[in-house]
């Protein structure tokens, strides 16, 4: 069996306040996917050129900001580049997981590419108005679960629900989401777990539809993977400013970290972080198109890079 090299990638932008990621429809599929290629070794110097080059020719977006996330390898990921082979049969495609963030979200619905909220995907994920209506579902397909196995195996499946999800007043930790989508997965619940046992099994409506919609081959769990990552990363390094405009408000700038956290934060102590921190400068001038009382335009100060070790920004939660 052959090996082909493919990349994935995860290009995340916030539109009309809202945490988007880039997706495509390859032929004949009904699933979306992520923006994916095969690895040249006689045409491609490195990796990210490769990824940058394809994800090009594709959607005729430019990638700004990337990193390498994590390299998908499972046997049998029916992965969409597996029928090139080596004419002796399928190939075994080992996959290189990028994240890649954008400012600029422009419009490719014409190429077949689109713009999809993450919350079409991971609907239990979005705790910003409240804990999501489809972890009421969730959490009666989880306990059914729980309660199929034997009673040591039924604990211990019912306290990584219960940490998971947030059951049973359990607190909600924004940055497992890939945890999550794999207990789906290993429970049966994900529909790509069904696919890939060639199953069809009877859901209701309201399970179906706080189950999200699936992806092609393991797309959904490199996406889980990015979205775990970048919630991590806001902490500890400023990469929510590579989602930013030049110019922005604070208030623009919080619902961008809502947005991509998941949650809901204090307006005043996110603002006296985000102080403490000396990442933002006032530009003296005032954003009038808000709707009512004209913001003052902030930029980040990005020349803080070079200058001194920077971390990224606390998430002071809004306590209900």
């Not at 539109?15 to 992520?34: F, I, K, M, N, Y």
């Not at 020349?303 to 070790?309: D, N, V």
């Amino acid at each position: 069996m052959s090996v082909v090299i493919g990349l994935s990638a995860v290009i995340v932008a916030i539109r009309e306040g809202e945490a988007v990621v880039l997706t495509v429809r390859p032929r004949a599929s009904e699933q979306a996917g992520l923006p994916f290629g095969p690895f040249d070794p006689g045409g491609h110097r490195t990796f990210e050129l490769a990824l940058r080059a394809f994800v090009t020719e594709q959607t005729r977006f430019e990638l700004g900001y990337v990193e390498q996330l994590y390299t998908f390898g499972d046997m049998g990921r029916d992965a969409p580049l597996a029928d090139m082979g080596d004419g002796n049969g399928k190939a075994r495609v080992i996959s290189v997981g990028y994240l890649a963030l954008t400012p600029h979200p422009v419009d490719i619905t014409a190429l077949g590419a689109e713009w999809a909220s993450f919350a079409r995907f991971f609907p239990w994920e979005d705790w910003r108005g409240g804990r999501p209506p489809a972890l009421g579902p969730l959490e009666e397909a989880l306990k059914a679960w729980c309660g199929c196995g034997g009673p040591a195996e039924g604990a211990q499946r019912l306290a990584r629900a219960r940490l998971l999800f947030a059951l049973d007043g359990a607190p909600w930790n924004e940055e497992r989401v890939l945890e999550r989508y794999e207990l789906l997965y290993e429970a049966g619940l994900a529909p790509e777990a069904a696919r890939d046992r060639g199953e069809t099994p009877a859901r209701s409506e309201a399970l179906t539809a706080a189950l999200g919609e699936p992806m092609i081959s393991d797309h959904r769990r490199i996406l889980a993977t990015a979205l775990s990552r970048l919630r991590g990363k806001l902490k500890y390094r400023p990469v929510v400013f590579e989602l930013m405009p030049d110019a922005f408000t604070l208030s623009s700038l919080q619902r961008t970290v809502e947005a991509i956290a998941g949650v809901p934060l204090h307006k005043q102590n996110f603002r006296r972080a985000l102080e403490r921190a000396d990442l933002v400068e006032g530009l003296g001038r005032l954003e009038t198109d808000t709707g009512g009382r004209p913001a003052e335009l902030f930029r980040f100060r990005r020349e803080s890079l070079a200058a001194r070790p920077v971390s990224g920004l606390s998430l002071p939660l809004l306590r209900e």
